[in-house]
């Protein structure tokens, strides 16, 4: 079946730094990708929603400058956090659907772990 | 791994239907298990959930039980409502904290 792929699992850097998680769809093009963020002991919190070529859209609350999105290609989208703080240590998880409208389905990466010393 | 099955949709029912959304779960350890629901144009949010098996978790008239034995976790409502249209996710975290989720199966509640 339909698999995406987010790299890394796992990131464990220092204060300031910026980090780039990638999401993939490894067998259909996605035209759509969502980026998800798990605070702890909570629920997810849909941060953007990216449609290939076009900016994403931020929900709101969620800083356009610090979390930046890439949607490139119908493959690929990237989420950067930019000179990021402890406080951005969390579970980042992505979802990738092909085609409009709820009728497709929704697939998931299996999350990064972003830990910021 | 841990792994979350869903029945495929799309599912089309009449107003005030009895609904049910099957999910079977696979899993090493002890997760906790919920339902999202996506309406259209927007993200997912939490419908409901379970962290221990026998429990039952319930909103806005939605129902589900976590099942060890069967490891099942069905989705169900007695009396759909056009509103309740949209797109409904099974979930497990497990206990390192990893989601993992089914493909979503949509539904539609007509008049």
């Known amino acids: 079946g339909a698999v995406v792929s987010q790299h890394p699992s796992r990131v464990i850097c220092k204060s300031g730094t910026s980090v780039k998680i990638e999401c993939r769809s490894l067998d259909f093009q996605a035209t759509t990708m969502f980026w998800y963020r798990q605070f702890p002991k909570k629920s997810l919190m849909l941060m953007a929603t990216s449609n290939e070529g076009s900016k994403a859209t931020y929900e709101q609350g969620v800083e356009k400058d610090k979390f930046l999105i890439n949607h490139a290609s119908l493959t690929l989208s990237t989420l950067t956090v930019t000179s990021a703080h402890p406080e951005d240590s969390s579970f980042y998880i992505c979802s990738a659907r092909s085609g409009e409208g709820g009728n497709q389905p929704q697939h998931f990466g299996d999350g990064t772990r972003l830990s910021i010393l | 791994g841990d792994s979350v099955t869903q029945m495929e949709g799309p599912v089309t029912l009449s107003e005030e239907a009895f609904l049910t959304i099957n999910c079977t779960y696979t899993?090493?350890?002890?997760?906790?298990l919920f339902w999202y629901v996506q309406y259209p144009g927007e993200g997912l949010q939490l419908l409901l959930k379970?962290?221990?098996?026998?429990d039952k978790g319930s909103n806005k008239g939605f129902e589900a039980t976590y099942r060890k034995e069967t490891t099942s976790f069905h989705l169900e409502k007695g009396s759909v409502q056009v509103s309740d249209s949209a797109v409904y996710f099974c979930a497990l975290r497990d206990p390192g904290n990893q989601f993992y989720f089914g493909t979503g199966t949509s539904l539609t509640v007509i008049p």
């Open positions: 899993a090493t350890g002890y997760p906790s």
């Open positions: 379970a962290t221990k098996a026998d």
